[in-house]
């Protein structure tokens, strides 16, 4: 106890930078030699202001009990740098946090990718239901999902997760407090963390610190929705100098919110367009954890889809349409007034995104099979069916799979 007691004075100072925290772990080896330093030392040490020497030389271990009552109190888990179980490739970012406060049980994410799903507050009915997909389709390949539960995207892929009946780690801007429904699930399901105590005092730069943190956990981060000056593009520039694999979702190439998936693609982000995107590559470095979606369970959007299903009976004649020379429309011709809506509804769409429709077979097509048979790069295949999923042409499926969702009018 004495041990953690010197850990947990060192986070209640959080009026100072982690990377001050970090320089006197570094340079003292543990918190309790740490606080047993000679007066006056602190301020000699690179990385220590002048002002955060004086708030360590305060050395108040009695804000350090009044916080171990507290997580006692509130079942709150208190992890330290010092602890085998803390996560490895946490404690290997810069600047890592000296205490983990944690409700739940956290997932090992040294033996499980875990993945941080995260995007705009201000998200479109798109990106929620984008967020949670993919997030659903990520905890049904094994993965762990990391959000930070704020509204928009992080909320509806924590949401998304817990349907799948995934593992979620919340990591939290704040100290613990009020635990809501969501986070409630979380700590059901995972694990809510901070690294700040209890009761501690939000401040602005908190959000911006938990960045570190939240990418320190994550093998990779998918970015869904980001306009221009997102805090979502901080995040994954945080990501990258950690190391992680960033992901990125195509949207409108004339949205607002697409604004930062397009830099992020242009700056060599990979596209996503599902959740088994992501977990791919992971299949053959975590073989035992990671599996291919079964699709027994669809994703949120399409059990809560609000139009229903086209019916066999009203399925327009797809065969007069499907593998065909875009160039030779048989759709142009004359045949009767039901054709010539289908007509008419083709009739906005772009030459790629006619070639994939004409090459999407009845039933379900994999997106491979689009690339092989439309001559496409990827990157574009994803970015149209994406286009054609907004207006409501095509339908995902588990497995990377689309189908044709045209309706005559």
Same mark, same amino acid.
């Given at each position: 106890?004495?041990?953690?007691?010197?850990?947990?004075?060192?986070?209640?100072?959080?009026?100072?930078?982690?990377?001050?925290?970090?320089?006197?772990?570094?340079?003292?080896?543990?918190?309790?030699?740490?606080?047993?330093?000679?007066?006056?030392?602190?301020?000699?040490?690179?990385?220590?202001?002048?002002?955060?020497?004086? %708030?360590? #030389?305060?050395? &108040?271990?009695? @804000? /350090?009990?009044?916080? $171990?009552?507290?997580?006692? *109190?509130?079942?709150?888990?208190?992890?330290?740098?010092?602890?085998?179980?803390?996560?490895?490739?946490?404690?290997?970012?810069?600047?890592?946090?000296?205490?983990?406060?944690?409700?739940?049980?956290?997932?090992?994410?040294?033996?499980?990718?875990?993945?941080?799903?995260?995007?705009?507050?201000?998200?479109?009915?798109?990106?929620?239901?984008?967020?949670?997909?993919?997030?659903?389709?990520?905890?049904?390949?094994?993965?762990?999902?990391?959000?930070? %539960?704020? #509204?928009?995207? &992080?909320?509806? @892929? /924590?949401?998304?997760? $817990?349907?799948?009946?995934? *593992?979620?780690?919340?990591?939290?801007?704040?100290?613990?407090?009020?635990?809501?429904?969501?986070?409630?699930?979380?700590?059901?399901?995972?694990?809510?963390?901070?690294?700040?105590?209890?009761?501690?005092?939000?401040?602005?730069?908190?959000?911006?610190?938990?960045?570190?943190?939240?990418?320190?956990?994550?093998?990779?981060?998918?970015?869904?929705?980001?306009?221009?000056?997102?805090?979502?593009?901080?995040?994954?520039?945080?990501?990258?100098?950690?190391?992680? #694999?960033?992901?990125?979702?195509?949207?409108?190439?004339?949205?607002?919110?697409?604004?930062?998936?397009?830099?992020?693609?242009?700056?060599?982000?990979?596209?996503?367009?599902?959740?088994?995107?992501?977990?791919?590559?992971?299949?053959?470095?975590?073989?035992?954890?990671?599996?291919?979606?079964?699709?027994?369970?669809?994703?949120?959007?399409?059990?809560?889809?609000?139009?229903?299903?086209?019916?066999?009976?009203?399925?327009?004649?797809?065969?007069?349409?499907?593998?065909?020379?875009?160039?030779?429309?048989?759709?142009?011709?004359?045949?009767?007034?039901?054709?010539?809506?289908?007509?008419?509804?083709?009739?906005?769409?772009?030459?790629?995104?006619?070639?994939?429709?004409?090459?999407?077979?009845?039933?379900?097509?994999?997106?491979?099979?689009?690339?092989?048979?439309?001559?496409?790069?990827?990157?574009?295949?994803?970015?149209?069916?994406?286009?054609?999923?907004?207006?409501?042409?095509?339908?995902?499926?588990?497995?990377?799979?689309?189908?044709?969702?045209?309706?005559?009018?």
């Amino acid at each position: 106890m004495s041990s953690i007691r010197y850990w947990v004075w060192l986070s209640s100072v959080y009026a100072a930078n982690p990377q001050a925290r970090a320089a006197l772990v570094a340079h003292y080896g543990d918190a309790e030699a740490a606080f047993l330093a000679p007066p006056g030392e602190y301020a000699e040490l690179p990385g220590v202001s002048a002002h955060e020497a004086e %708030l360590f #030389e305060a050395r &108040d271990l009695r @804000a /350090a009990d009044r916080i $171990l009552e507290l997580c006692d *109190r509130d079942g709150i888990t208190i992890l330290t740098l010092a602890d085998a179980a803390y996560p490895r490739r946490l404690r290997n970012i810069y600047a890592p946090p000296a205490v983990l406060y944690v409700k739940g049980r956290l997932p090992d994410v040294d033996a499980v990718p875990s993945v941080a799903v995260i995007g705009t507050r201000k998200a479109t009915p798109y990106g929620i239901r984008m967020g949670g997909d993919i997030a659903f389709e990520i905890a049904r390949c094994g993965g762990i999902v990391v959000s930070g %539960l704020t #509204e928009g995207i &992080d909320r509806a @892929a /924590a949401r998304g997760c $817990l349907l799948a009946g995934g *593992r979620c780690i919340g990591v939290l801007g704040t100290g613990h407090g009020r635990d809501g429904e969501l986070r409630e699930d979380v700590i059901r399901s995972g694990a809510l963390v901070s690294e700040y105590p209890p009761e501690a005092k939000p401040q602005s730069r908190f959000f911006r610190e938990r960045n570190r943190i939240s990418a320190g956990l994550s093998h990779a981060v998918c970015v869904v929705e980001a306009p221009e000056r997102s805090g979502s593009l901080l995040f994954a520039r945080e990501a990258l100098e950690q190391g992680r #694999e960033i992901f990125a979702v195509p949207g409108n190439a004339d949205a607002e919110n697409s604004v930062g998936i397009i830099a992020l693609l242009k700056q060599g982000a990979r596209p996503a367009a599902c959740g088994w995107d992501v977990m791919e590559d992971f299949a053959a470095i975590y073989p035992h954890a990671v599996r291919r979606p079964d699709g027994a369970q669809p994703p949120p959007s399409a059990r809560e889809a609000e139009q229903p299903p086209v019916k066999a009976a009203e399925a327009p004649p797809v065969k007069e349409y499907t593998r065909r020379d875009s160039s030779k429309k048989d759709i142009d011709k004359e045949k009767g007034a039901g054709y010539i809506d289908l007509h008419d509804q083709l009739s906005e769409l772009s030459e790629d995104q006619l070639r994939l429709i004409t090459a999407i077979d009845r039933g379900e097509t994999h997106i491979d099979d689009l690339i092989e048979a439309t001559g496409m790069s990827t990157a574009k295949v994803l970015s149209q069916l994406t286009i054609l999923e907004i207006k409501g042409y095509i339908r995902r499926a588990a497995g990377r799979r689309v189908s044709l969702n045209i309706k005559q009018k």
